[in-house]
Nanobody, 123 residues
Framework: QAQLVESGGGLVQAGGSLRLSCAVS????????MGWFRQAPGKEREFVAA????????YNADSVKGRFAISRDNAKNTVYLQMNSLKSEDTAIYYC????????????????WGQGTQVTVSS
């Protein structure tokens, strides 16, 4: 069983930046694709970004392309989400996820989840 712990959320003004981190333990981190999802109040959880096990391939939702960047450090068992040019519509709980069989945009296909970290963007 893998444990995922997110950190780095908070309150930021529109146009600002935050970097989220997700520390993974309990499994061989480098065997898993990693992803970030988010859920805004009253909305379904949606895909944000994902990265392959090697870090060589990344995927981004259209809504965050050019603003968010996902990366990973397999030596530290950590995945990051750098968020720039934040907008009020980015306000959500952000979840880290791990998947043994590569990338998917569908949250139901991911194996392990963190508890989430709140990101609030004030306009």
């Amino acid at each position: 069983q893998a444990q995922l712990v997110e950190s780095g959320g908070g309150l930021v003004q529109a146009g600002g930046s935050l970097r989220l981190s997700c520390a993974v333990s309990g499994r061989t981190f480098s065997n898993y694709a990693m992803g970030w999802f988010r859920q805004a109040p009253g909305k379904e959880r949606e895909f944000v970004a994902a990265i392959s096990w090697s870090g060589g391939t990344t995927y981004n939702a259209d809504s965050v392309k050019g603003r968010f960047a996902i990366s990973r450090d397999n030596a530290k068992n950590t995945v990051y989400l750098q968020m720039n040019s934040l907008k009020s519509e980015d306000t959500a709980i952000y979840y880290c996820a791990a998947r043994a069989w590569g990338y998917s945009r569908y949250d139901r296909e991911w194996d392990y989840w963190g508890q989430g970290t709140q990101v609030t963007v004030s306009s």
